[in-house]
């Protein structure tokens, strides 16, 4: 019977209660998507680079080098030659380099040119087929392959660039050889072959562009292509001694840059942290407003229906009854903006997955409730109980007798 009378008040005051409930949703969805985007992407970044020390590549932004070489997420810096790979990979103080070469797409999903290193890596398990062997074969991401549609023996060319509009080398055919089980690392977007493959899919597209050069220029073509060139590498160090030395030592003695992932990373996601924080404190505001609009619902509601409830008080109802009743209906209206606020979070999170997929053919996952949207959860109640208090104690004020002659 209370919960009827609760839900009778909160009905017969639409607009206000639409207002308190829209204005706490609005809130908490905005808290809870940007908390839940932010966790998955700094989940996602963590996994990607976990195990990279450094990346080697051409001069330029290092974040743009770890963004296109760990990510794959942006343009590449520039080309580095492999004999300076070498040399960096003869130096005691480094375990591993993993060569990439890039600069190609099939429908918008990057061709990656390495080695089996860069599978073992992020410890890809193929789902059928085999990894590539020769020349011009690749093997697909989980994604990549849903998406595309891809199987077994198909074979496509690739587009020039990024873009899934760029020039093709209708030269040179890749052949699927492998499908990757999802591992939801930054493989799952990629489409993987030797190095060769990208240097010849090249040396044929450097040879189509200077068939209209002049003969000079075709000699200096021809000399480059004896120089094989790579992206960038991952390294791994095989002590911390390498982090202390390497990195300056590249950055000032060689045609390469060294760029930390762990520095640059975190350097990103403090750059975020400070629009996210400004959001959050603008959603906590928000929060705090729909606590006043609650306030003010039940204070005036409490002046309307002051004859009703000392009628009630007359026919045997307890002022604590009364007062759990008018606190109730602040509690439901905060619960219900809550409710409302993780749906449009999720919706949220939907759109921002559609439009990553789209920019960087990157996906966020639906999830259940994290830990911190459970601590909103108690915000809600407690903004929902402080708004509602101070009115509902209003209950022990009522003169019954008074308030039933003056009506």
Same mark, same amino acid.
Request: net charge negative.
């Given at each position: ?25 609005f ?5 809870s ?5 932010g ?28 963004l296109?070489g760990?990510? %794959? ?5 520039g ?9 960096l ?8 380099v ?8 099939y ?10 290193k860069y ?14 062997e020769r ?12 998406n ?20 093709s ?5 890749y ?16 489409l ?17 562009g ?5 003969a ?5 073509a021809?000399?480059? !292509? ?11 160090f095989r002590?911390?001694?390498?982090l ?12 390469? %840059? ?12 403090e750059?975020m942290?400070?629009g996210?924080? !400004? ?6 505001a928000?929060?705090l407003?729909s ?16 004859y ?26 905060c ?6 606020g993780i ?15 789209r ?6 996952e639906?999830?259940?409730l %994290? ?37």
């Open positions: 019977m209370l919960l009827k009378i609760v839900w009778k008040n909160i009905v017969d005051k639409k607009l206000n209660s639409i207002l308190a409930v829209l204005l706490m949703a809130g908490i969805g905005i808290i998507l940007l908390i839940t985007v966790k998955q992407l700094q989940d996602k970044f963590a996994k990607n680079i976990s195990g990279v020390d450094m990346v080697v590549g051409a001069k330029g932004s290092p974040l743009q080098l770890i296109s760990v990510y %794959q997420i942006d343009s590449p810096t080309n580095i030659a492999l004999s300076e790979l070498n040399m990979r003869n130096n005691p103080l480094v375990k591993e993993i060569p990439l070469s890039m600069g190609d797409n429908k918008g999903y990057r061709i990656v040119g390495s080695n089996e599978l073992k890596h992020f410890k890809a398990e193929l789902k059928e087929g085999r990894t590539f020349p011009m074969e690749v093997v697909a991401g989980a994604t990549v392959a849903r595309l549609e891809l199987k077994l023996n198909d074979t496509f060319v690739s587009s020039h660039g990024f873009e899934a509009d760029g020039h080398h209708e030269d040179q055919v052949k699927v050889v492998g499908i990757l089980n999802y591992s939801n690392s930054v493989l799952d977007n990629l993987v072959s030797d190095l060769e493959s990208v240097w010849l899919v090249h040396a044929g597209h450097e040879a189509d200077d068939h209209h050069e002049e000079g220029h075709e000699e200096e021809a000399h480059a !292509a004896h120089e094989p060139e790579v992206t960038c590498a991952l390294v791994k002590s911390p001694m390498g202390m030395s390497l990195p300056r030592l590249i950055n000032q003695n060689t045609k390469m %840059q060294a760029a930390l992932p762990a520095i640059e990373v975190n350097r990103l996601f750059l942290g400070i996210m924080d !400004a959001v959050k404190a603008l959603a906590a928000i929060m407003i606590g006043v609009s609650v306030f003010i619902t039940l204070f005036n509601a409490l002046k309307e229906r002051k009703e409830l000392a009628l009630m008080l007359s026919m045997g109802g307890t002022r604590m009854k009364l007062f759990f009743m008018l606190l109730l209906e602040g509690i439901i209206l619960l219900s903006g809550y409710a409302l749906l449009l979070s999720r919706t949220g999170l939907w759109l921002a997955s559609g439009a990553l997929k920019g960087y053919n990157y996906t966020l639906q999830q259940f %994290q830990k911190e949207e459970i601590y909103l959860l108690f915000l809600a109640l407690f903004i929902g109980i402080v708004a509602a208090i101070i009115p509902s104690s209003g209950i022990y004020k009522i003169n019954i007798s008074k308030t039933l002659a003056n009506e």
